[in-house]
């Protein structure tokens, strides 16, 4: 493997901390060329109810976060999330909205939103579209949602020189497939994908993980072989083992602790090789989960 000077690297360097992203001060200022996450929903009813006191709440972390992406980004580069609007008791919360307000406000540029959309059986919590059936009049309909948002920030503009400098070797790594950017139709702003469900005796049980799918374009089309990619709420770590598959490095913030063995399993689950790195900083504690367990300090383990 290559890193960014082009030289033989034997593996990908991954570090997870157990701690809140409001504060990322282990990583240096403008090192990150790519971020994808998926925040938590606000307090959606099927994963995370209660966890935020109210709305306010998940709007303060929204904004305190931003702003510390904003430093920890390269200049030119891109932030992405996958995220939607989160009906909670009856009331429709504008979590896409907002989301895109507080980055704006933190300084970034809103340049894409992309619809994922799930296959139509896929529909998880509640089919609402029930009530019409039952009572098939006006007023009485409540549509079930299959689609998500992905939405992509930028940091000022991307500097094109840089792509110049960078040795043949790793621009050839990074080379986007052309056939399945028109194949899967990836040059659309609708992104026919199929979700995870977080049942039976899968890893990501009881994690409201994103299918590899999703990171895994978003880092092709938006980070170059050997670069650094973030997932500040990494829940059961789809996006390191996207990295590491696709030979970029990572970092990942999350403060359940108790996720580090599913984190692990999943990493070694893909090719390549790799190192992983987890602290867990203390005395930190921002939700119910990292309150309700608290694990070992600092460990490290190499797979392949
Ligand atoms: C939607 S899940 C992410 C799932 C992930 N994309 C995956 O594929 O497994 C959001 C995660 O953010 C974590 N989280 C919530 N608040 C956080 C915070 N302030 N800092 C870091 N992680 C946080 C939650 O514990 C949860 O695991």
């Known amino acids: 493997m290559l890193n960014v000077q082009g030289q033989r690297n034997l593996s990908t360097k991954h570090r997870v901390i157990f701690g809140d992203c409001r ?30 006191k109210d709305y306010n709440a998940y709007l303060d972390l929204l904004r305190e976060f931003s702003s510390e992406l904003y430093r920890v980004l390269a200049p030119g580069r891109v932030a992405c999330f996958v995220t939607d609007d989160m009906l909670v008791k009856g009331e429709k919360f504008p979590v896409v909205a907002d989301t895109t307000r507080a980055m704006i406000d933190a300084g970034f540029r809103y340049r894409d939103r ?6 139509k059986g896929y529909v998880r919590i509640s089919r609402r579209s029930g009530v019409l059936l039952q009572h098939p009049y006006p007023m009485y309909y409540y549509p079930d949602n299959i689609q998500e948002s992905i939405l992509v920030f930028q940091k000022g503009r991307f500097d094109y020189s840089y792509t110049k400098k960078l040795p043949p070797e790793i621009k050839e790594r990074s080379r986007i497939d052309l056939d399945k950017y028109k194949g899967e139709d990836w040059y659309l702003t609708v992104w026919n994908i199929t979700n995870v469900l977080p049942l039976g005796e899968r890893l990501e049980k009881g994690v409201a993980a994103f299918p590899e799918e999703i990171p895994r374009r978003l880092v092709k089309l938006f980070s170059y072989y050997g670069e650094t990619v973030l997932d500040p709420f990494l829940g059961s770590g789809t996006t390191t083992k996207v990295a590491k598959e696709l030979g970029r490095n990572s970092w990942g913030y ?10 692990s399993k999943k990493l070694d689950r893909a090719p390549g090789r ?9 005395g930190q504690s921002s939700d119910r989960h990292s309150r309700r367990r608290r694990v070992a300090n600092v460990s490290s383990l190499t797979n392949r």
């Open 23 to 52: 504060s990322m001060k282990e990583i240096s200022d403008e090192s990150i060329h790519l971020m994808v996450t998926s925040p938590p929903y606000y307090n959606a009813p099927f994963d995370y109810p209660d966890l935020f």
């Open 114 to 119: 992309i619809s994922w959309v799930k296959p």
């Open 254 to 263: 999350e403060t359940n602790s108790s996720l580090k063995t599913v984190i």
């Open 274 to 282: 790799s190192h992983i790195v987890f602290s867990e900083r203390k």
